[in-house]
């Protein structure tokens, strides 16, 4: 591929990320339901003695847990169970980067990509939606949620790696390399130059 080509491949990336930020921010609640779902059922299979379930409303899933923590009401100190909560926009966006770069690159049976695209992304979002709900109750639960979840020492650091890597790499490098697997005859022709 010539570099004019690869300059239109980057514009044609830009107006498309552009173009598909309002169409994937309104669909974003529907999107949202399989992974949060999923990231649900993780947590309960994982952790059954005190993550429940999610609840959702919209975009944003909140962990139902029997983890309790001490909240300061009117002087005293109340015993309640934690809900963390996590928006999906905040892990879905490889979505709509997967979208734009199908589009830009317009590999045979696009359509179709970007559906296989799209499912595939999903188990990775809820990952990244339990590290992130792991995260609250390990950090900000304080002593009593670590208590009931016998989370202490190197699963915080492993708790801390993880949600900072999902958030920081695999969110926005694994639709990159999702993409590149269901179009490989474009990285054939930027190799092939």
């Avoid at 045979?108 to 809820?126: C, E, F, H, M, N």
Wanted: with cysteine; hydrophobic share 55%; glycine share 8%.
């Amino acid at each position: 591929m010539q570099p004019k080509g690869i300059g239109r491949f980057l514009g044609l990336s830009l107006l498309a990320l552009l173009g598909l930020m309002v169409p994937w921010y309104f669909v974003a609640e529907w999107l949202a339901a399989p992974a949060l779902e999923l990231a649900g059922w993780l947590m309960h299979l994982s952790f059954p003695t005190w993550a429940e379930g999610v609840q959702r409303s919209g975009t944003v899933g909140a962990l139902i847990t029997r983890v309790g923590v001490y909240i300061p009401q009117q002087g005293q100190l109340l015993l309640a169970d934690m809900t963390p909560e996590v928006n999906f926009l905040k892990y879905g966006y490889g979505v709509v980067l997967l979208w734009t770069l199908l589009l830009a690159s317009r590999p045979p049976r696009w359509l179709l990509k970007i559906a296989i695209g799209t499912v595939t992304l999903v188990p990775l979002q809820a990952a990244s939606l339990c590290f992130h709900w792991l995260r609250d109750i390990a950090f900000q639960g304080g002593a009593k949620a670590q208590m009931t979840t016998y989370i202490t020492g190197w699963q915080l650091e492993a708790i801390a790696f993880a949600y900072q890597f999902s958030f920081l790499v695999l969110t926005p490098l694994v639709p990159v390399m999702v993409w590149l697997l269901l179009d490989k005859g474009f990285l054939q022709k930027i190799l092939n130059r």
